[in-house]
């Protein structure tokens, strides 16, 4: 059964940094494509960033040259590194993968639980 597990949330003020990571647990046979995930109080879920498994990245306008996704093939684990935190990047953040597994189909969302990212002005 594949897990993801995120880490790395926390409080901070803005201008500062957080680097988030998803892990994946499970016998996978390959990671197509990550994605970063934001879910502010009162707001629709937003995708932030996402990576394909050739490297191509594309990013949500409001973090463009602030965030940076990148992934740990070996370690079937996703990173999201956040530079200049604003208070409106405030928000619970998921890691999506879209992932083989052992007793799956090919191309399957998973999704881990959420970490709370709070940045205070």
């Known amino acids: 059964q594949v897990q993801l597990v995120e880490s790395g949330g926390g409080l901070v003020q803005a201008g500062e940094s957080l680097r988030l990571s998803c892990g994946a647990s499970?016998?996978?046979?390959?990671?197509?494509?990550w994605a970063w995930y934001r879910q502010a109080p009162g707001k629709q879920r937003e995708l932030v960033a996402a990576?394909?498994?050739?490297?191509?990245?594309n990013y949500a306008d409001s973090v463009k040259g602030r965030f940076t996704i990148s992934r740990d093939n070996a370690k079937s684990t996703g990173y999201l590194q956040m530079t200049l935190l604003k208070p409106e990047d405030t928000a619970v953040y998921y890691c999506?993968?879209?992932?083989?597994?052992?007793?799956?189909?090919?191309?399957?969302?998973?999704w881990g639980k959420g970490t709370l990212v709070t940045v205070s002005s």
């Open positions: 990576i394909t498994s050739d490297g191509g990245t």
């Open positions: 999506n993968a879209n992932l083989w597994a052992v007793g799956n189909l090919p191309d399957k969302d998973y």
């Open positions: 499970g016998i996978i046979f390959s990671i197509k494509a």
